[in-house]
């Protein structure tokens, strides 16, 4: 006799469970392995750089910043918060072709925008600081900028959970009221709109991936629902 155990994640939303299986062993594989620099063969980087190879368009959606949780952390919770109920909408199978082309349209996003954000560290006081001519500095930008994480395919995610749950209630931290869905999420994209613009000394965050994502997820979820499309008001 044989028994087999399933949760209700594994039994209700297999691709998110697996999903989380997997960021979790790749980060644990980018902390444990030193012989390999896992990271930085996965992550993404500007494909006219010496680094880029074409598979990182893939790779680096299921890696994270190895030097600490609170990446990793977020965005799982994220993905079960909203990928869960997402999943079970769409279908599992549908659902996975959705991540990861939200995912890999990050990446694109991300690749278009990287001159600009060349063009605007080389105006920067960081940029300034550093001393060297602009073309160099942002030659040398180029070379070395690389993303990863799997926020761009979460915020697509995000945005098609927006549309297709307008009306659900969310708590955010420090307001005491219940926020809709429509206004909460939209409102984190604008912020990464405003931070990627900005491009504040510091802020290492990928902010034009999570607007990729949110645009091909948004794009995506439209197409497909335009003719079940649920009252956004």
Same mark, same amino acid.
């Given at each position: 006799?044989?028994?087999?155990?399933?949760?209700?994640?594994?039994?209700?939303?297999?691709? %998110?469970?697996? !999903?989380?299986?997997i960021?979790v062993?790749?980060?644990?594989?980018?902390?444990?392995i030193?012989?390999?620099?896992?990271?930085?063969? =996965?992550?993404?980087?500007?494909?006219k750089?010496?680094?880029?190879?074409?598979?990182?368009?893939?790779?680096?959606?299921?890696?994270?910043?190895?030097?600490?949780?609170?990446?990793?952390?977020?965005?799982?919770?994220?993905?079960?918060?909203?990928?869960?109920? !997402?999943?079970?909408?769409?279908?599992?199978?549908?659902?996975l072709?959705?991540?990861?082309?939200?995912?890999?349209?990050?990446?694109?996003?991300?690749?278009?925008?990287?001159?600009? $954000?060349?063009?605007q560290? $080389?105006?920067?006081?960081?940029g300034?600081?550093?001393?060297?001519?602009?073309?160099?500095?942002?030659?040398?930008?180029?070379?070395?900028?690389?993303?990863?994480?799997?926020? =761009?395919?979460?915020?697509? %995610?995000?945005?098609?959970?927006?549309?297709?749950?307008p009306?659900?209630?969310?708590?955010?931290?420090?307001?005491?009221?219940p926020?809709?869905?429509?206004? %909460?999420?939209?409102?984190?994209?604008?912020?990464?709109?405003?931070?990627?613009?900005?491009?504040?000394?510091?802020?290492?965050?990928?902010?034009?991936?999570?607007?990729? =994502?949110?645009?091909?997820?948004?794009? !995506?979820?439209?197409?497909?629902?335009?003719?079940?499309?649920?009252t956004?008001?």
């Amino acid at each position: 006799m044989s028994f087999k155990f399933q949760n209700s994640l594994q039994r209700d939303s297999p691709i %998110v469970f697996n !999903l989380l299986i997997i960021n979790v062993l790749v980060y644990l594989a980018q902390v444990l392995i030193t012989t390999t620099n896992i990271t930085e063969w =996965g992550a993404l980087h500007y494909y006219k750089s010496s680094l880029f190879y074409p598979h990182q368009f893939i790779t680096n959606i299921f890696m994270h910043d190895p030097n600490g949780l609170g990446h990793i952390l977020f965005n799982m919770f994220t993905l079960w918060m909203f990928g869960m109920t !997402l999943e079970r909408s769409l279908g599992s199978k549908r659902f996975l072709i959705f991540y990861l082309v939200c995912g890999v349209g990050a990446g694109i996003f991300t690749q278009l925008t990287i001159p600009f $954000s060349a063009d605007q560290f $080389s105006k920067s006081a960081e940029g300034l600081a550093n001393g060297m001519p602009s073309a160099d500095l942002i030659l040398a930008y180029k070379e070395q900028y690389s993303i990863i994480g799997a926020s =761009g395919a979460i915020m697509g %995610v995000m945005a098609a959970y927006a549309y297709l749950f307008p009306n659900t209630e969310m708590y955010i931290m420090f307001i005491p009221i219940p926020i809709k869905a429509k206004y %909460v999420i939209p409102f984190f994209i604008l912020i990464d709109l405003f931070m990627g613009v900005r491009q504040i000394a510091g802020d290492n965050v990928g902010h034009f991936a999570h607007l990729g =994502g949110a645009i091909i997820g948004f794009l !995506l979820i439209f197409f497909w629902n335009k003719t079940d499309r649920k009252t956004f008001y």
